[in-house]
């Protein structure tokens, strides 16, 4: 089937839900009863069609985040959010960001099933500053669900002789105070042929969650393990002719207290991660054990803690987060001065609130945080801001400006690595530093919310990997002055049988390489000066629920690209629950419905329409 007749069909079902997105405001208007929350997520689809879901599932057509992926999201994805690099995205469970050591392409390698987690918060300025832990610009942060009794078996089929199983399991007993004690597993796996020759995947994953809650506190302790292999040619070299292959497994130990007060909050959780990787860039000549067999393995711990404490006349906002790392063994990493490394951070944000006539408050953020490391030099950055805020009685609107600067040291990737070959690295490279300016405005409301945010950044000494004419077959690890100038907005809006998300984010870079000798980004320079989504669900006939995520972006120009730099991307899923039994149900998941061939990466080919067909029970 062509493309065209595929383009029309997802504009035909686009028009289908607004029209009757248009008559279910009618209807909602006439009647005027019922007071809705807005509490539908920033994108429609949570399933995928080519694996089971994973932390970057949900991401993918979020408005307020970049996922570039090699082949299938779920099997390797760098997420940017305002125009930074991979490395620069924290991701956080509870009190603690779970790092990679090695690489930022791991950060988003989280082993934990997403149904224990909540929606993720995407953190930026000072929010990100005060909770966030090496990771310079952005921090996807996530909650810790509740456990509730019962459970769900699904068992999908697809294209490309794709086929997976996952089971969840929960349940909840009271001890003799009336607390709550929950245990929770998840098991999921996946396997199949990938919409490219060599685009193949085989992924594991396997979760335990302990956990005790009161009305005031939850304590939690899980246990996760996932083992994924991915095939895509091309995947990191930029080169299809490479029929390469990841293979990575991932242990984490996460152990999480929250506590309400009267006064505030707080929170601290502890963390063990182990990830041992095997890659190769042409899985027809794999080698073992020696230089070029590209095989490492990190362990990092780590313990954070964050918080809120209220006073009548000022309120804390404070975190911090101490990380000690290792780089256990590598075969190609051996080129820097260490193989370990310590981390510490801490934040602390007084604000004061000032009342103002006709219901206004003046609300003032003003601190700093400190980022140690014994191997880098250190940095104290400040943090300013003033918020605006108006309550009346359709909701409230904050108009905000403010100033936030946060720092960053690369991973053993950038510091260990030969400083030429295929992924050139450079001993030398040190602390990565982001300044930066916004202003904003934030509409919150029964049911809709909408938020646009004008920022400009300046990136100082950012790591990216580079390319070069003179050196074809090989990537370089240099360091990049940009200055950034960005437009970011969405907007929610809900009824009773829809859900409606809007986006748009705008950028423009100015780069500064120094005296490197550089003729192409593969990653600083790979971004949307224009991308725009728009997501559905629509929820029709008792039984039936639509949900199409959508996303047009026009690219900045890449010599490295092979295509076109504008695409348009959408993902499409329909979900049936049975009218006699809620236990059963189906879904039909369609992803990259218009089969586009628009390189996510600069010279790795897109992965290809792919469709499943799953079944669900749940009790």
């Not at 019922?34 to 991401?59: H, Q």
């Not at 009342?355 to 003003?366: A, E, P, S, V, Y």
């Given at each position: 089937?062509?493309?065209?007749?595929?383009?029309?069909?997802?504009?035909?079902?686009?028009?289908?839900?607004?029209?009757?997105?248009?008559?279910?405001?009618?209807?909602?208007?006439?009647?005027?009863?019922?007071?809705?929350?807005?509490?539908?997520?920033?994108?429609?689809?949570?399933?995928?069609?080519?694996?089971?879901?994973?932390?970057?599932?949900t991401?993918?057509?979020?408005?307020?985040?970049?996922?570039?992926?090699?082949?299938?999201?779920?099997?390797?994805?760098?997420?940017?959010?305002?125009?930074?690099?991979?490395?620069?995205?924290?991701f956080?469970?509870?009190?603690?960001?779970?790092?990679?050591?090695?690489?930022?392409?791991?950060?988003?390698?989280?082993?934990?099933?997403?149904?224990l987690?909540?929606?993720?918060?995407?953190?930026?300025?000072?929010?990100?500053?005060?909770?966030?832990f090496?990771?310079?610009?952005?921090?996807?942060?996530?909650?810790?669900?509740?456990?509730?009794?019962?459970?769900?078996?699904?068992?999908?089929?697809?294209?490309?002789?794709?086929?997976f199983?996952?089971?969840?399991?929960?349940?909840?007993?009271?001890?003799?105070?009336?607390?709550?004690?929950?245990?929770?597993?998840?098991?999921?796996?996946?396997?199949?042929?990938?919409?490219?020759?060599?685009?193949?995947?085989?992924f594991?994953?396997?979760?335990?969650?302990?956990q005790?809650?009161?009305?005031?506190?939850?304590?939690?302790?899980?246990?996760?393990?996932?083992?994924?292999?991915?095939?895509?040619?091309g995947?990191?070299?930029?080169?299809?002719?490479?029929?390469?292959?990841?293979?990575?497994?991932?242990?984490?130990?996460?152990?999480?207290?929250?506590?309400?007060?009267?006064?505030?909050?707080?929170?601290?959780?502890?963390?063990?991660?182990?990830?041992?990787?095997?890659?190769?860039?042409?899985?027809?000549?794999?080698?073992?054990?020696?230089?070029?067999?590209?095989?490492?393995?990190?362990?990092?711990?780590?313990?954070?803690?964050?918080?809120?404490?209220?006073?009548?006349?000022?309120?804390?906002?404070?975190?911090?987060?101490?990380?000690?790392?290792?780089?256990?063994?590598?075969?190609?990493?051996?080129?820097?001065?260490?193989?370990?490394?310590?981390?510490?951070?801490?934040?602390?944000?007084?604000?004061?609130?000032?009342?103002?006539?006709?219901?206004?408050?003046?609300?003032?953020?003003?601190?700093?945080?400190?980022?140690?490391?014994?191997?880098?030099?250190?940095?104290?950055?400040?943090?300013?801001g003033?918020?605006?805020?108006?309550?009346?009685?359709?909701?409230?609107?904050?108009?905000?400006?403010?100033?936030?600067?946060?720092?960053?040291?690369?991973?053993?990737?950038?510091?260990?690595?030969?400083?030429?070959?295929?992924?050139?690295?450079?001993?030398?490279?040190?602390?990565?530093?982001?300044?930066?300016?916004?202003?904003?405005?934030?509409?919150?409301?029964?049911?809709?919310?909408?938020?646009a945010?004008?920022?400009?950044?300046?990136?100082?000494?950012?790591?990216?990997?580079?390319y070069?004419?003179?050196?074809?077959?090989?990537?370089?690890?240099?360091?990049?002055d940009?200055?950034?100038?960005?437009?970011?907005?969405?907007?929610?809006?809900?009824?009773?049988?829809?859900?409606l998300?809007?986006?748009?984010?705008?950028?423009?870079?100015?780069?500064?390489?120094?005296?490197?000798?550089?003729?192409?980004?593969?990653?600083?320079?790979?971004?949307?000066?224009?991308?725009?989504?728009?997501?559905?669900?629509?929820?029709?006939?008792k039984?039936?629920?639509?949900?199409?995520?959508?996303?047009?972006?026009?690219?900045?120009?890449?010599?490295?690209?092979?295509?076109?730099?504008?695409?348009?991307?959408?993902?499409?899923?329909?979900?049936?629950?049975?009218?006699?039994?809620?236990?059963?149900?189906?879904?039909?998941?369609?992803?990259?419905?218009?089969?586009?061939?628009?390189?996510?990466?600069?010279?790795?080919?897109?992965?290809?329409?792919?469709?499943?067909?799953?079944?669900?029970?749940?009790?």
């Amino acid at each position: 089937m062509s493309k065209k007749p595929i383009f029309l069909v997802v504009l035909l079902l686009n028009f289908f839900c607004i029209n009757a997105y248009s008559a279910d405001l009618s209807k909602s208007s006439d009647e005027g009863l019922v007071e809705i929350k807005v509490k539908a997520p920033r994108v429609a689809n949570d399933l995928p069609a080519g694996s089971y879901a994973t932390a970057a599932t949900t991401l993918r057509f979020d408005p307020l985040t970049e996922l570039q992926s090699r082949g299938l999201s779920e099997g390797q994805s760098d997420v940017t959010i305002r125009g930074g690099l991979f490395e620069n995205t924290g991701f956080k469970i509870g009190a603690v960001t779970v790092m990679d050591p090695q690489t930022g392409h791991y950060v988003a390698e989280l082993p934990v099933d997403p149904i224990l987690m909540t929606t993720p918060n995407i953190l930026v300025g000072i929010d990100s500053a005060i909770e966030g832990f090496n990771s310079a610009i952005a921090t996807v942060s996530y909650g810790i669900r509740r456990v509730n009794d019962g459970g769900d078996i699904s068992l999908g089929v697809g294209s490309d002789n794709l086929n997976f199983q996952s089971m969840k399991f929960g349940h909840v007993t009271i001890d003799s105070s009336g607390n709550d004690l929950g245990v929770a597993m998840s098991f999921a796996r996946s396997e199949g042929d990938g919409s490219l020759p060599f685009g193949d995947h085989e992924f594991a994953r396997a979760n335990i969650q302990l956990q005790h809650a009161s009305t005031t506190t939850q304590t939690d302790l899980i246990l996760s393990y996932q083992d994924k292999f991915f095939g895509w040619p091309g995947a990191y070299t930029g080169f299809a002719s490479y029929p390469e292959i990841d293979d990575t497994q991932t242990t984490l130990l996460l152990a999480s207290h929250r506590r309400e007060t009267r006064g505030g909050w707080f929170e601290t959780s502890g963390f063990y991660r182990r990830l041992v990787d095997d890659y190769d860039f042409n899985r027809l000549d794999i080698e073992s054990g020696i230089p070029g067999s590209f095989e490492h393995e990190t362990k990092v711990v780590g313990i954070g803690f964050q918080g809120l404490y209220e006073s009548s006349q000022i309120s804390w906002r404070y975190g911090g987060q101490l990380t000690a790392d290792k780089l256990v063994r590598s075969t190609d990493l051996t080129n820097g001065f260490f193989n370990n490394r310590t981390y510490a951070t801490v934040s602390l944000v007084p604000t004061i609130k000032t009342d103002l006539q006709n219901g206004n408050k003046l609300i003032w953020r003003f601190g700093a945080s400190f980022d140690y490391s014994n191997r880098d030099s250190n940095k104290v950055s400040p943090l300013l801001g003033l918020t605006l805020s108006n309550s009346d009685a359709a909701g409230t609107t904050n108009y905000s400006i403010e100033y936030a600067a946060a720092s960053q040291v690369p991973g053993y990737t950038v510091l260990n690595s030969k400083t030429s070959g295929l992924f050139g690295g450079n001993p030398f490279l040190g602390r990565e530093i982001a300044k930066q300016l916004s202003l904003s405005v934030e509409r919150n409301s029964d049911d809709w919310r909408l938020r646009a945010t004008l920022f400009n950044r300046h990136d100082d000494d950012l790591v990216d990997w580079t390319y070069a004419t003179g050196a074809p077959f090989s990537r370089q690890a240099n360091s990049v002055d940009i200055k950034v100038i960005g437009l970011e907005t969405f907007v929610i809006k809900t009824w009773e049988s829809i859900d409606l998300i809007i986006g748009y984010t705008a950028l423009h870079k100015d780069a500064d390489y120094g005296l490197a000798q550089v003729d192409a980004s593969f990653y600083a320079l790979n971004f949307a000066k224009h991308r725009a989504t728009l997501s559905l669900a629509y929820r029709f006939a008792k039984a039936f629920e639509l949900r199409i995520d959508n996303g047009y972006r026009i690219q900045e120009d890449n010599p490295l690209r092979t295509g076109d730099d504008s695409t348009f991307l959408s993902s499409a899923s329909l979900n049936w629950l049975s009218p006699r039994n809620k236990r059963f149900g189906a879904t039909l998941v369609v992803d990259n419905v218009t089969d586009s061939e628009y390189q996510p990466f600069p010279g790795t080919p897109a992965s290809g329409r792919q469709v499943s067909l799953s079944a669900r029970y749940t009790w």
